[in-house]
């Protein structure tokens, strides 16, 4: 059974930096593309895309959102998925989800297996 846990959520300000680390389970890391997902208070209807990485890590892809600021890898040694957040902004509050799945892209559907999140908070 493939799990998703994630860490390295916290409280910071705007400008700070965070790494989130998503440890997957049950299975290697190099069987799936995994991705990086969130949902904002203010948007609980869907889970907006953050970052994707391909099986062996070396593609990558961003939201407009945050390109330039966050930059997603991926140890398939470890199988560990990270995201790191650099210049944080309030916008980027949210309950970050780690997902894994056969297929690449940028919408949600495309992942079967989910983490349940860990909370980012960013004040001004």
């Known amino acids: 059974q493939v799990q998703l846990i994630e860490s390295g959520g916290g409280s910071v300000h705007s400008g700070d930096s965070l790494r989130l680390s998503c440890a997957l389970s049950g299975r290697s890391a190099s069987d799936f593309a995994m991705a990086w997902f969130r949902q904002a208070p203010r948007n609980q209807r869907e889970r907006e895309f953050v970052a994707a990485v391909g099986w062996s890590g070396s593609a990558t892809d961003y939201s407009d959102s945050v390109r330039g600021r966050f930059t997603a890898s991926k140890d398939n040694a470890n199988n560990i998925l990270y995201l790191q957040m650099n210049n944080l902004k309030p916008e980027d509050t949210a309950v970050y989800y780690c997902?894994?799945?056969?297929?690449?892209?940028?919408?949600?559907?495309?992942?079967?297996?989910w983490g349940r999140g860990t909370q980012v908070t960013v004040s001004s």
């Open positions: 997902a894994a799945g056969d297929k690449y892209g940028d919408v949600s559907s495309l992942y079967d297996h």
